[in-house]
């Protein structure tokens, strides 16, 4: 038996940019602590720090796509791991919000 870690289903900033261009319906989560949301946030972003998710389950939906990001997607993935794990359809935004201001939005900065 290998440490198997299971593929963490992921999203790229691009497909993200897609979603909110098209209005699609999805719920999209920052599990960053409230000032690192307070300097730079994706516009819709809903403010869930990774300490408190299992505490704020009873808010999300498991019939709502959930897009989860972090900062560069080390905790996002914890919380998609943790998420998917409970029955929810949750995605890891690949590279967090340092991609987002890189190739979508160079006007946010997390630096």
Same mark, same amino acid.
């Given at each position: 038996?290998? !440490?198997?870690?299971p593929?963490?289903?992921e999203?790229? $900033? /691009? =497909?993200?940019?897609?979603k909110? %261009?098209?209005?699609?319906?999805?719920v !999209?989560? %920052?599990?960053r =602590? @409230?000032?690192e949301? =307070?300097q730079? #946030?994706? @516009?819709?972003? #809903?403010?869930?720090?990774?300490?408190t998710? /299992?505490?704020?389950l009873g808010q !999300?939906?498991k019939? %709502? =796509? !959930?897009?989860?990001?972090? #900062?560069?997607?080390?905790?996002?993935? #914890?919380? $998609?791991?943790?998420?998917?794990?409970?029955?929810?359809?949750?995605?890891?935004?690949?590279g967090?919000?340092?991609?987002?201001? /890189?190739?979508? %939005? @160079?006007?946010?900065? $997390?630096?």
């Open positions: 038996m290998g !440490l198997f870690q593929s963490i289903p999203i790229t $900033v /691009e =497909e993200l940019k897609g909110i %261009d098209r209005k699609d319906l999805f !999209l989560i %920052d599990v =602590e @409230p000032h949301h =307070e730079a #946030r994706i @516009p819709g972003s #809903r403010l869930i720090p990774l300490g998710l /299992e505490s704020c !999300l939906s019939s %709502d =796509e !959930l897009i989860v990001h972090c #900062r560069s997607g080390g905790r996002s993935a #914890r919380a $998609v791991q943790f998420l998917c794990a409970r029955g929810y359809r949750a995605f890891n935004l690949s967090g919000i340092q991609a987002w201001c /890189e190739r979508i %939005d @160079p006007s946010i900065s $997390v630096d």
